[in-house]
C-alpha cells in the first residue's frame, strides 16, 4: 500500500521498536498520570498537558472541565499537577480538609505552615484592635470618601476616567491603620505608582512560563513578563522607602498602628519569624489587596449600576427612604437596605474578579473524594463556576440583583455567593472591604447619579485566574440634598421673674448696683466659653448650681435635649458637662479619638487609692485613658477571646452554671424566692473561669457575705454636687451620703485582694489556662511597666464587678417585668416549645430562630436602661462637636436614655413591648437607637459575653419554668440621674412538664 521497500523496514525495524520501548518505559516508569489521581487531561512527563494547552489553560478550558470529568478534574503545567476543585459543598469541604500550603516564602499571601499562621494571627489580632472592619473605624471611612465626592462634585459634569478613580481613597483606609498616616491628593510619589500600578489580571499563574525550574533568574528579560515585572520591582522599592520613612519618624514609631506594633514585636526577638524582611512582605501584601481589590469592584459596581438606570433608581429610592437625604448612610443601616446589600453582591459576583481563586499546595499525600493526591500538588477552587452557574442563581448570566433577593424583597444569602474565597485561607481583608464597599456605594449614589459616557473596555475575562474591572468614563450629577428642620427652642432663660411696682420704686439702685456687680464677675472671671454649646446658665465657681442645687436630676437632663437640642451644657463647680443626644450625633461625637478619655471620678480615684496603698489613682482599664487604657483593653480583649469569650464553644461552661442555679431554684418547690442578687454567683462564676481559673460554690462564706452587700452602679452619683468639690476626698468617708457606698467599696477590695493572693499561693492556677495567670507572664516579660500588680488588680476588679452586677441586674428586670406581663410570657414559651421543644436545652445556635425571646430579651434592656447617660468620656484636646467649640477636659455624657425611651425611634416606647423590636411579619427587626452598651470606641468591653449569657440564662430558664409575682418592695429604681437599679421583690417558680 505504502512505497516502502522491505530494505527499509528491515533496517529501521529494530530502531523503531527500542524507541517505541523506552518512550512507553518512560512515560510509565518518569511520568504520566498518577495511579487514581483524578480524571483530566493527558499528563504526559515533562510537559504534562501542554500538547492539549500549548499557551496554557485558557478560560474556556477551565470551564469545560466540570462539565467533563466532574466535580474533580486534573491537568499538569510542565512538572506542576493540578487539581480544579468544583461544586459548592465539595469546595467547603475540600478546603476544611487539605492543608493551608502555598508555597514558602514571605508575607502572608505566599506563606505557608507555621510561618502564615503565626502571621495571620498576629496581623488580624492587632488590625482588629486598630479597628478593622469594625463600625468603630466608620468616620476614618467617611473622611476619606467625604474627600473623593468632593472631588468629583468639583468635576461639575465633566467625564471621568474611572480606572484608578477609587484607589487613593481606598489604600488610605488601610494605610491609617497600617502606616499611622495617608496620602494627600496630588502626592507626587503615589500619582506616579498608581499610573503604572498593575493588577491581578496582569499576572496569570497558570502561564507555562511561570512553571519553567529557574525562571525567575530570566524574568525581567522576558518580552511578555518584563512589565510585571517591573511592576513589583518598582512597588517594591516604594513600600521600603515609606517603611525607611517610617522608622526615621520618632511619631510614627510610637504611635498607634500596625507596623509600629509588628516593630516592637521584631524588637522582642522571641520569634525569628517577625524581621524585617517579613514586615516588607506585610506591608506589600496589605498595600496591594487593600488598594486594588477593592477598588475594582468599586469601579466594576458604577459600570454595571450606571448600565442599569432601574438599578441605580431603585438603590437610591431605598436609600430615601431608609437613610433620607440630611444624613450619611452608616453601617448600621445595612440590615434595612437590602436591595442596596443585594446590588453589592450581584456586582461582585457578575465581576468575578478572582475566579479560581489563588492556589493552594498539598503538604502532604492524601486522599479527596477517593482519589490519590500527592503531595506537592496544585489545588485550585472554581469559584467561577459557583459564582456563574444557573445550579445556583436564579439569573446567573445577567446582572440582576434579584439572585439575592427572597420573593419578599428581603436580602437572602447563598452558599455559592464566595468572592472572598472559601476555607482556611479565606481572604483576611473581607470584613475591611464589606464594611467599605458599603460605604462607598451608599454614600455614592445618596449623593450623585451616574452616567455611562463611553466603554473603553468591559470587564476583561482573558486571565483565566483573575478578571479585570472595565475601564470606562461616567458623568456624576449630583442629587439634590433634601434637608429636614431641627426644632431648637430659644437659648434664652428658661423662666421670668414678676415685679411689683414697689420693689422696683425702693429697691433700683441697689439692684443695678448687684446687677453691674455680677455682670462684671461674669465676664472677668467664669463666663460660658466663646461658641460653647448652648445650656443652664454656667457661673464662676459654682457652674450651674443655682439653677440646680442638688446637681442635676434626670428630668433636668432629659429636658436638655428638648430645650437645647442634640448637643447641650452644664456646670458643676468648675466642670463642664456637655450632654450628646441623637442617636447619629452619639455615633458622630463618640467614634472620634479625641473624645475616648476618663475623666476622674471619686469612685475610681478613692478605689485606686486604696487598691494600690496610695501608690497610683490610674490603674484597671474602665477608668483610665490613652495609651494605658488602649493596651490594657487589647491585652484584655485578646486574651479572654482565646479563652473562649463571648464565643458559642464557651456555652458548655455557661449551662453547667444555669442548670446548677435552676437546681436549686427547683428545690424551693414554689416558695417566694427573693430574687435581689439571685443571679450574681452563677454570672460571676462564668466569668471567674476564664479570668482566675477557679468558681465559686453555693455556701462560700466569703462571697455570700459580700453579695448581700455588694456595691451597685446606682449607689454612686458621680454628678452630685459633693463629688466635683476640689479636695473633697481628704473628707469622704464623713460625709454621710458617702459613706455608705464606700464601705460597700471597701468590702469588694479586701475580698479582690485575697483573691490574688490565694491565686499567687497556687502553683496549680499560675500555670492555669486563665486570664490572670496570662497577665502575670506578661508582668514577667518586664517589656512594659504598665503590666504589674496594681494594674493587675485594678482590671480583676473592673472584671468582677461589671461581670457580676450589669447582667445579674438584667436578668433580675427580666423576670420582674415578664412576671408582671403574663401574655410575654406565655408568647417566649410557645416560640421555645416550638422551635426548641423541651427535650433538650436552648443553645446560642437557636437565636436567629427565636425572634420573639431575642426581641423580649432586648425590651427588657431597653425598659431597665441600665446606664441612662453612660459613663462619662472627657475630650483630650480641643475640638470640634458640631460645629461647637469643646474645650480640653470637658465632659461629655451620651445620651442612651433619650435613644431608649424616645418615641422618635420606638412604636411603643413608654411601655414593656417586644413589638418594638419585630417588623409586621414578627421577624426580629434591629434599631440603631438600641444601644444598651454604650456607644462609640469605649462601649463595653464585655458586650459578646453579656449578649451570650442573657440568651442562655433566658431560654433555659423560661423554658423550664413559669415565673409569678409575688410581692414587689421597689420597681425599676430611677432616683440616681446616671444609673439605675434593677426591682426588689419576690416571685414564685413553677416547673413546666417536660
Avoid at 898 to 910: P, Q
Amino acid at each position: 500500500m505504502f512505497p516502502w521497500g522491505a530494505g527499509l523496514v528491515g533496517a529501521w525495524l529494530p530502531t523503531f521498536l527500542m524507541v517505541l520501548f523506552t518512550t512507553l518505559l518512560v512515560l510509565t516508569v518518569f511520568g504520566g498520570r498518577p495511579k487514581n489521581f483524578p480524571p483530566g487531561l493527558m499528563i504526559l512527563p515533562v510537559v504534562g498537558s501542554l500538547l492539549s494547552m500549548p499557551l496554557g489553560p485558557s478560560v474556556e478550558m477551565l470551564r469545560g472541565l466540570r462539565k467533563k470529568y466532574g466535580d474533580i478534574s486534573s491537568f499538569a503545567i510542565f512538572g506542576t499537577r493540578m487539581v480544579v476543585v468544583s461544586g459548592v459543598s465539595l469546595m467547603k469541604e475540600v478546603n476544611r480538609i487539605v492543608t493551608e500550603g502555598r508555597s514558602p516564602g514571605i508575607g502572608i499571601i505566599g506563606s505557608s505552615g507555621q510561618v502564615w499562621q503565626e502571621q495571620r494571627r498576629f496581623m488580624l489580632h492587632h488590625l482588629r484592635d486598630l479597628g478593622f472592619g469594625k463600625s468603630s473605624y466608620e468616620p476614618v471611612m467617611i473622611e476619606e470618601i467625604a474627600e473623593l465626592m468632593d472631588l468629583i462634585t468639583k468635576e461639575e459634569g465633566s467625564p471621568l476616567e474611572m480606572r484608578r478613580l477609587f484607589n487613593r481613597s481606598v489604600i488610605n483606609i488601610l494605610w491609617a491603620m497600617v502606616m499611622g498616616q495617608r496620602y494627600h491628593y496630588g502626592d507626587a510619589k503615589l500619582e506616579k505608582l498608581m499610573v503604572n500600578l498593575g493588577q491581578p489580571a496582569d499576572f496569570n499563574a497558570l502561564t507555562p512560563a511561570y512553571h519553567i525550574p529557574h525562571l525567575f533568574k530570566f524574568m525581567e528579560y522576558l518580552p511578555r513578563h518584563s512589565s510585571g515585572y517591573k511592576f513589583i520591582r518598582t512597588l517594591s522599592d516604594f513600600l521600603k522607602k515609606e517603611i525607611k520613612d517610617f522608622m526615621a519618624d520618632e511619631e510614627l514609631r510610637n504611635g498607634d498602628n500596625f507596623t509600629a506594633l509588628f516593630l516592637k514585636e521584631i524588637e522582642k526577638k522571641e520569634n525569628p519569624n517577625f524581621n524585617m524582611d517579613q514586615l516588607a512582605g506585610l506591608v506589600f501584601d496589605l498595600f496591594v489587596a487593600g488598594m486594588e481589590t477593592t477598588s475594582s469592584t468599586l469601579t466594576a459596581a458604577v459600570n454595571l449600576i450606571s448600565k442599569h438606570p432601574e438599578v441605580q433608581r431603585r438603590m437610591q429610592e431605598e436609600l430615601d427612604e431608609v437613610v433620607g437625604r440630611d444624613r450619611l448612610p452608616t453601617f448600621s443601616d445595612v440590615e434595612r437596605l437590602p436591595y442596596v446589600q443585594a446590588t453589592i453582591n450581584e456586582v461582585q459576583r457578575v465581576l468575578n474578579l478572582i475566579k479560581y481563586s489563588l492556589p493552594h499546595q498539598t503538604n502532604e499525600d492524601c486522599k479527596l473524594c477517593g482519589y490519590d493526591i500527592p503531595k506537592g500538588t496544585w489545588l485550585l477552587t472554581n469559584l467561577d463556576d459557583a459564582l456563574r452557574n444557573s445550579e445556583y442563581w436564579k439569573n446567573a448570566t445577567e446582572f440582576d440583583p434579584q439572585n439575592f433577593l427572597d420573593e419578599y424583597g428581603k436580602y437572602k444569602k447563598n452558599n455559592a455567593f464566595m468572592p472572598f474565597g472559601v476555607g482556611k485561607r479565606v481572604c483576611a481583608g473581607e470584613p475591611l472591604a464589606r464594611l467599605e464597599l458599603f460605604l462607598f456605594i451608599t454614600h455614592l449614589y445618596q449623593r450623585f447619579t451616574f452616567t455611562l459616557v463611553e466603554e473603553h473596555k468591559s470587564i476583561v475575562e482573558t486571565n483565566p485566574m483573575f478578571n479585570s474591572p472595565p475601564e470606562y468614563s461616567a458623568i456624576a450629577k449630583c442629587r439634590p440634598i433634601i434637608q429636614t428642620s431641627t426644632n431648637h427652642n430659644s437659648r434664652g432663660m428658661s423662666s421670668v421673674l414678676a415685679w411689683n411696682a414697689g420693689l422696683v420704686g425702693a429697691w433700683l439702685p441697689t439692684f443695678l448696683l448687684v446687677l453691674f456687680t455680677t455682670l462684671l464677675l461674669l465676664s472677668v472671671l467664669g463666663r460660658r466659653p466663646k461658641n460653647f454649646p448652648p445650656g443652664m446658665m454656667i457661673l464662676p465657681v459654682v457652674g450651674s448650681l443655682l439653677s440646680m442645687p442638688f446637681g442635676p436630676s434626670v428630668e433636668i437632663l432629659r429636658g436638655l435635649r428638648k430645650k437645647y437640642g442634640d448637643i447641650a451644657s452644664f456646670g458643676i463647680f468648675g466642670t463642664r458637662v456637655v450632654l450628646v443626644s441623637g442617636v447619629s450625633v452619639m455615633k458622630e461625637v463618640f467614634a472620634l479619638r479625641n473624645t475616648t478619655d476618663r475623666p476622674e471620678m471619686i469612685f475610681t480615684t478613692v478605689r485606686n487609692r486604696i487598691l494600690t496603698d496610695g501608690r497610683t489613682t490610674e490603674v484597671g482599664i474602665g477608668a483610665v485613658s490613652g495609651q494605658l487604657w488602649q493596651e490594657q483593653r487589647r491585652f484584655l480583649l485578646h486574651h479572654l477571646r482565646d479563652l473562649g469569650f463571648g464565643k458559642s464553644s464557651y456555652e458548655p461552661v455557661m449551662v453547667e452554671e444555669i442548670s446548677e442555679l435552676m437546681e436549686c431554684m427547683s428545690k424551693e418547690k414554689g416558695r417566694p424566692l427573693e430574687m435581689r442578687r439571685l443571679f450574681n454567683r452563677s454570672v460571676i462564676n462564668i466569668l471567674w473561669a476564664m479570668v482566675m481559673g477557679r468558681r465559686y460554690p453555693y455556701g462560700h462564706v466569703k462571697l455570700n457575705k459580700l453579695i448581700h452587700s455588694f456595691v451597685q452602679p446606682a449607689d454612686f452619683n458621680i454628678l452630685s454636687p459633693v463629688q466635683h468639690i476640689p479636695h473633697i476626698l481628704k473628707i469622704m468617708e464623713y460625709i454621710p451620703t458617702e459613706k455608705e457606698g464606700l464601705t460597700k467599696l471597701r468590702n469588694i477590695l479586701t475580698f479582690v485582694k485575697e483573691e490574688i493572693k490565694e491565686f499567687m499561693a497556687d502553683e496549680e492556677l499560675r500555670n492555669g489556662d486563665n486570664f490572670t495567670a496570662l497577665y502575670l507572664k506578661e508582668i514577667e516579660k518586664k517589656a512594659n511597666p504598665n503590666f504589674n500588680m496594681d494594674q493587675l488588680m485594678g482590671v480583676i476588679f473592673d472584671l468582677f464587678v461589671a461581670g457580676m452586677e450589669t447582667t445579674s441586674s438584667t436578668l433580675t428586670t427580666a423576670v420582674n417585668l415578664i412576671a408582671k406581663h403574663p401574655h410575654v410570657q406565655r408568647r417566649v414559651q410557645e416560640e421555645l416549645d416550638e422551635v426548641v421543644g423541651r427535650n433538650r436545652l436552648p443553645s446560642f445556635s437557636d437565636m436567629e430562630r427565636l425572634p420573639y425571646v431575642q426581641a423580649t430579651i432586648h425590651e427588657v434592656q431597653r425598659v431597665l436602661s441600665l446606664a441612662k447617660f453612660a459613663v462619662p468620656h472627657m475630650t483630650s484636646e480641643d475640638c470640634k462637636l458640631g460645629g461647637y467649640d469643646i474645650p480640653k477636659g470637658t465632659w461629655l455624657m451620651a445620651n442612651l436614655d433619650d435613644a431608649l425611651k424616645n418615641s422618635e425611634y420606638w412604636k411603643n416606647a413608654r411601655e414593656f413591648d417586644p413589638q418594638n423590636f419585630l417588623d409586621e411579619n414578627g421577624k426580629y427587626k434591629r434599631n440603631n437607637a438600641f444601644m444598651p452598651f454604650g456607644v462609640g470606641k469605649r462601649a463595653c468591653a464585655g458586650e459578646p459575653l453579656a449578649r451570650l449569657e442573657l440568651f442562655l440564662f433566658f431560654t433555659h430558664l423560661f423554658q423550664r419554668f413559669t415565673f409569678t409575682l409575688v410581692e414587689e418592695q421597689k420597681p425599676i429604681i430611677e432616683t440616681n440621674p446616671t444609673f439605675n437599679a434593677a426591682p426588689e421583690y419576690t416571685a414564685s417558680v413553677k416547673c413546666r412538664p417536660k
